[in-house]
């Protein structure tokens, strides 16, 4: 069991979530992950210059829960290395070897923290969805936010293979 303050305190590499005094490890490494992680950041930096993007961001949901999305997206630089506010967006991008239920749950979290835009990008299926309460698949081919200010990423961006 681990502190939350023990939490903060240590630097992972890759980065871990922390839920209720476990340090929780991520899946990333794989090819398709990366790759639309890459493609996700570079499409949303050039599409949004007015607004911050941040990769592997840790974002505390509830007091005692910090998640890391794969990209999370703010209107202004929230100044602290562990995001208090909610983020404008939460970017989940599905690995091999995700549980369902685990990344509900994760999702859910965002929810209740007060994430408007819940995104999903599942590369190896080239699939992605909106979380509102549950997963709506996105069949126009641009995922986009909810409200203001509006951000649009297309999908042929995020699975852009060079």
């Known amino acids: 069991m681990t502190s939350i303050d023990d939490y903060l305190e240590t630097d992972y590499s890759p980065d871990r979530e922390f839920v209720d005094g476990t340090v929780v490890e991520r899946n990333l490494g794989e090819r398709p992950h990366s ?5 996700v950041i570079l499409s949303l930096c050039s599409r949004t210059p007015r607004l911050f993007i941040w990769p ?9 829960r910090c998640r890391v999305p794969d990209v999370c997206v703010t209107t202004q630089d929230p100044l602290t290395d562990v995001f208090e506010a909610p983020p404008l967006i939460c970017i989940e991008i599905l690995s091999r070897r995700d549980e369902m239920s685990d990344v509900l749950e994760k999702l859910e979290e965002y929810s209740s923290a007060g994430v408007r835009n819940i995104w999903v990008v599942d590369p190896r299926r080239k699939k992605a969805f909106l979380y509102d309460g549950g ?11 909810a409200d203001e200010p509006v951000v649009e990423l297309p999908l042929a961006d995020v699975f852009l293979e060079v």
């Open 35 to 39: 790759r639309a992680w890459s493609n």
């Open 56 to 64: 592997s961001q840790r974002v505390r949901t509830i007091p005692n």
């Open 135 to 145: 997963l709506r698949e996105v069949t126009s081919g641009v995922l986009v936010t």
